[in-house]
C-alpha cells in the first residue's frame, strides 16, 4: 500500500471532477456577496466619511447637484445656484469710515454779459473739501486754495445733496490751503486727521474726491504711498521762475481735476494729506501728490485764527542765480568760482526795511539763512514761512564784491497787499 500527498486521489476521478466543481461555485457565490455587501457598506458610510474629512467635500456636492438636477428634471447635469457674497475688508471699512465727510467745494465767480454789460453769477469750477471740525453749530471744511481762488462767492455741496453758503475764513496761495465754514445743522461726519510723519512708502492710500466736477462725487481710488518727501517747485505768477517749494506726498491713486481738495487716506479711514496736483503729461501714469496732513494741521490753525500766514518779512526781490547769465557772475556780481547757487538781491533795498537795516545792498548774493544753505528764492521764502516769525533775528551769509559776509535781520511782518 502506498503514500499519496494529495489525499484527492483517494476519490475515483469522476468523484473528484464533482468536489471541484462544486468548491469553484461556492467560491463565486462568496465573492460577489462580498462585493455587494462591501459596497453597501461603503455607501452607507459615505456621508459620515465626507464629514470626517476622509472624502473630498466636493464629492458630496457634487451628488448632491446631481440629485438636485434630477428631481428637477434638468438633464444637463448643471444648477444654477444664487450666491450672496458679504465683502468686508480694510478698504472698505476705511473709506465707509471717511467718504461722508468729504464734500464738494464750488466756485462762483462774477461775470459780465458781453451784450447786456449785466452782471450775473456763474460756476467757474468745482472742487473737493474735507469736513475736519463740528463745533459751536458751525462745520469747518479744508480745501486748496486754488479751488477757491477768484470766487465771489462758494458753495459746499453735502454727500446728502444738498448746497449751503459756505464762508472763507482764511486762505494762502503758496502753500495752497483754505478753510471754509459753513452752517453745521446738516453735517452727520467729520473726518479724522492722521500722522503723516508716520507714513512708510508702500503702504496703502486712498484716494476721496470729486473728479471732474459732482457728476462723480466722492469717487474712491485706491494704491500705494509711493515717496514721502517730495519737493514740488511752483510758479505762482507763471514768470519761469520758481515762487515756493511745496513738500508733498507722491501717491499713484488716481487724483483727476476735481479731486483738488479732497482726502487721502490711510488703510484705518484717517486723512493723511489733502490732494492737491498731479503730472499730467503724455506717457505719465501714476503721479498724484497731496500735501501731508500734520503741515496742513499748523497752517490751518493760523488761518482759522488770523485768515492768512503771518509771514516773516525781509525786504528784497530775490532772484535766482541760476536764472542770472553765467557772463554777470564774474563781470557784475564777482562771485569766486566757489559759488553756484543762491539769490540775488535784485532791485534797490528800502533804507527802513529789515534787510536795508541789516546792510543789504543790491546785487548781494545770499546763500545761507543761519545754518541753512539757500539755493533759490524758493527755498529762501520757504526757510523764513516755517522756521521765523515777525520780531525773530536771522543770520544772513551774502557775498559782495568777492568776499564772503554776514549780516543778522530783525524780521517784521509782512506788509499787507
Not at 277 to 290: C, N
Amino acid at each position: 500500500m502506498g503514500f499519496y500527498d494529495n489525499h484527492q486521489d483517494m476519490y475515483p476521478a469522476p468523484e473528484r471532477k464533482k468536489r471541484r466543481e462544486s468548491t469553484l461555485g461556492k467560491q463565486i457565490v462568496t465573492s460577489v456577496s462580498s462585493a455587494v455587501i462591501g459596497g453597501l457598506v461603503v455607501l452607507l458610510m459615505m456621508p459620515t466619511l465626507a464629514k470626517t474629512g476622509y472624502l473630498p467635500q466636493q464629492q458630496t456636492n457634487t451628488a448632491k447637484a446631481m440629485e438636485t438636477s434630477i428631481t428637477s428634471g434638468n438633464t444637463s447635469g448643471i444648477t444654477a445656484q444664487p450666491i450672496s457674497v458679504s465683502v468686508e475688508n480694510a478698504t472698505v471699512q476705511a473709506v465707509e469710515k471717511v467718504e461722508n465727510s468729504v464734500v464738494g467745494v464750488i466756485n462762483i465767480r462774477q461775470v459780465s454779459n458781453w451784450f447786456s454789460q449785466e452782471q450775473s453769477s456763474v460756476e467757474s469750477g468745482e472742487g473737493s473739501g474735507v469736513i475736519f471740525e463740528k463745533k459751536n453749530g458751525k462745520a469747518h471744511i479744508i480745501t486748496n486754495y486754488h479751488v477757491i481762488e477768484g470766487a465771489q462767492r462758494v458753495e459746499v455741496a453735502l454727500p446728502n445733496g444738498d448746497k449751503v453758503e459756505a464762508k472763507i475764513m482764511g486762505a494762502d496761495q503758496f502753500t495752497d490751503l483754505a478753510v471754509l465754514e459753513i452752517d453745521g445743522s446738516k453735517v452727520t461726519s467729520v473726518a479724522e486727521l492722521g500722522d503723516s510723519d508716520a507714513l512708510k512708502v508702500g503702504e496703502p492710500a486712498i484716494a476721496i474726491g470729486n473728479p471732474l466736477g459732482l457728476k462723480f462725487s466722492r469717487t474712491v481710488t485706491q494704491g500705494i504711498i509711493s515717496s514721502t518727501d517730495r519737493s514740488m517747485p511752483v510758479d505762482l505768477d507763471n514768470n519761469g521762475q520758481t515762487d515756493w517749494e511745496m513738500d508733498v506726498l507722491q501717491t499713484d491713486a488716481a487724483i483727476n481735476p476735481g479731486n483738488s481738495g479732497g482726502a487721502l487716506c490711510n488703510i484705518y479711514g484717517q486723512v493723511i494729506g489733502i490732494n492737491s496736483m498731479k503730472i499730467a503729461q503724455s506717457g505719465v501714469e501714476g503721479l498724484g501728490f497731496a500735501i501731508p496732513i500734520n503741515d496742513v494741521k499748523k497752517i490751518v490753525t493760523e488761518l482759522m485764527q488770523n485768515g492768512t500766514l503771518q509771514r516773516a518779512y525781509l525786504g528784497i526781490s530775490p532772484y535766482d542765480l541760476a536764472n542770472v547769465p553765467k557772463y554777470h557772475w564774474k563781470e557784475t556780481l564777482n562771485l569766486p568760482d566757489s559759488v553756484t547757487e543762491g539769490v540775488v538781491v535784485m532791485d534797490e533795498v528800502t533804507r527802513f526795511s529789515p534787510a536795508g537795516k541789516a546792510g543789504l545792498r543790491q546785487y548781494d548774493v545770499i546763500v545761507k539763512l543761519d545754518d541753512t544753505n539757500i539755493s533759490n528764492g524758493a527755498q529762501l521764502r520757504k526757510y523764513l514761512t516755517l522756521n521765523k516769525k515777525p520780531g525773530d533775528t536771522v543770520t544772513i551769509t551774502f557775498y559782495r564784491d568777492g568776499f564772503k559776509k554776514t549780516a543778522t535781520a530783525t524780521l517784521e511782518k509782512t506788509p499787507a497787499q
